[in-house]
């Protein structure tokens, strides 16, 4: 079953961020995974969710979601990250 990673990012360092991203696809790809959104115009239309920047990433499975995401491969990038946003991660399963 597929799981799917959804960040809401506030990006405080557009530069370190820029370099993030440019490096993470490929590690996200060799756990097969896949962008569905990554940033774009987005639209509230209930509720008050202050969003900023959405993304959400496609895996096999959450097995492989979390696979990936405690993996030696994403760990340098996950501290290049965490200085330059602030983000709320959500990991869920598909249907």
């Given at each position: 079953?597929?799981?799917?990673?959804?960040?809401?990012?506030?990006?405080?360092?557009?530069?370190?961020?820029?370099?993030?991203?440019?490096?993470?696809?490929?590690?996200?790809?060799k756990f097969g995974g896949r962008f569905?959104?990554?940033?774009?115009?987005?639209?509230?239309?209930?509720?008050?969710?202050?969003?900023?920047?959405?993304?959400?990433?496609?895996?096999?499975?959450?097995?492989?979601?979390?696979?990936?995401?405690?993996?030696?491969?994403?760990?340098?990038?996950?501290?290049?990250?965490?200085?330059?946003?602030?983000?709320?991660?959500?990991?869920?399963?598909?249907?």
């Amino acid at each position: 079953m597929s799981a799917y990673l959804i960040a809401d990012t506030h990006i405080t360092d557009p530069q370190t961020y820029d370099e993030y991203k440019r490096q993470v696809a490929p590690v996200i790809a060799k756990f097969g995974g896949r962008f569905l959104v990554r940033g774009g115009h987005h639209e509230v239309l209930e509720g008050n969710l202050p969003v900023q920047r959405l993304v959400v990433i496609e895996f096999p499975s959450m097995e492989v979601l979390k696979s990936w995401y405690h993996s030696p491969e994403y760990a340098p990038l996950l501290a290049m990250r965490q200085p330059a946003a602030t983000d709320h991660l959500i990991a869920v399963e598909g249907c």
